[in-house]
């Protein structure tokens, strides 16, 4: 089938990312945009129109007027998704040589800007949920202990990235987090990618964006959290730690010089139906319709697990001793897409479209499941990875990354040092990095999750030759 005749097709239940849900989502005036001549949005950076990076025209005014209902000092719109602006906030931070402190759950573009800024990841651990394996939140305490064990180090450490909410929707007190890397002098850049619709601050009960608390940086991913097309991100600066011209120069470097100007007006329209009335009251709305749906698969004994974003529902398919990437294949062929399947659970994006009468389907079809798989049951505890509280790689990423090199089988790998990234996408969480040693405990871990991610995880591993 082409591409065309692929993307033309609309007969699934969309619970998966971009948050628009098939443009169900999208923002009116966005919508009334494509819905005009085909292609007469597509326009280059005319004077009028301007660039992310040019001082004059409307995405400079645009780029003000958000940052200024933002709170903020400076924000610029990202065409190559968080990725792309993660990457230049870190290129901006550090300079090469120096190190970011990262939690182990960082997603695998904050190592690509290690591997091509030549900057020293310091890795610190993450507490670990071991009833549905995924990395938890971590409390000031935590954060404490990993800094004392950075300094033992002794490297030269620039900045500070926290990812928060996760891919899954825990959030942490990011309040407290914040002030301790303030108090060390280091200035935080906060991975909000899942999180940008907490800039609306809705309600009390929901968590608040790193923004409030004071965070020098902030990534969002307009397309993941809020409803902006696939590809639109946007970076807010605040406070003075880190100089506007060095973020614009590293923005520079990894922009295209041909940004698209119907994905940086998805970027601004998103960010309106944030921060605008029309578009809070529309996602109240689509809150509590959510809440409702979580309640109705609760009340039929769907097994959800809590996190601190509505909009994403974690199924916990190894309470039952299923898999969650196997679970995501029952619900496709069912035409239910699901987002992020992982060994122990399958995590809904409900996005920013509405789902109402769905909830009958998704317990018929979870029941379903159930009887279908009894015989198969496997029970599930998931194995703490074996991370110390910090780790640098043994060699430095970059000089690894573009060392000569051999395929080995895993089993065979202890004592190797990795030249690539072992990462599961999604959720684009590295399990092993270029420059890490392949000691034991983690080859026999990487083994154990090959077991569970069979597609994704292959049974060797390029090696320093
Ligand atoms: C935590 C986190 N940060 C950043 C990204 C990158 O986002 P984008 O797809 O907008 O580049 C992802 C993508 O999965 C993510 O999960």
Known sequence: MSLITLL??????????????????????????????PGIWDLPELFEIGGPLIDEGAIAESQKCSAYKVGVDRCWYGVNGATGLLQSSLLALARPGQAVLMPRNIHKSCIQACLFGGLTPILFDVPFLSDRGHASVFDRTWLQTVFCKAKELEEDIAAVVLVNPTYQGY??????????????SLPVLVDEAHGAYLISELRPDLPKSALSFGADLVVHSLHKSAPGLVQSAVLWSQGGKVDPFRIERSIELLQTSSPSSLLLASCESAIKELIESQGQKKLISLIEEAESFSDFLINHEVPLLDNSDPLRIILHSSKFGLSGIEVDKQFIKKRIIGELAEPGTLTFCLGFSSHKGLEKKFVRIWNEILKSSFSQQKFYLFTRPPFEIVATPSRPCSFSWGSNFEKVNLKDSIGRISVEMVCPYPPGIPLLIPGEILDKARVDWLIEQRGFWPEQIPDFVRVVS
């Open 8 to 37: 033309s097709g609309n007969s699934s239940e969309n619970l998966f990312l971009p948050a628009h849900g098939r443009g169900k989502g999208l923002p009116e005036k966005l919508r009334n945009l494509l819905k005009l001549k």
């Open 171 to 184: 959030s942490a007190d990011i309040e407290s987090l914040i002030k301790e890397i303030h108090s060390h």
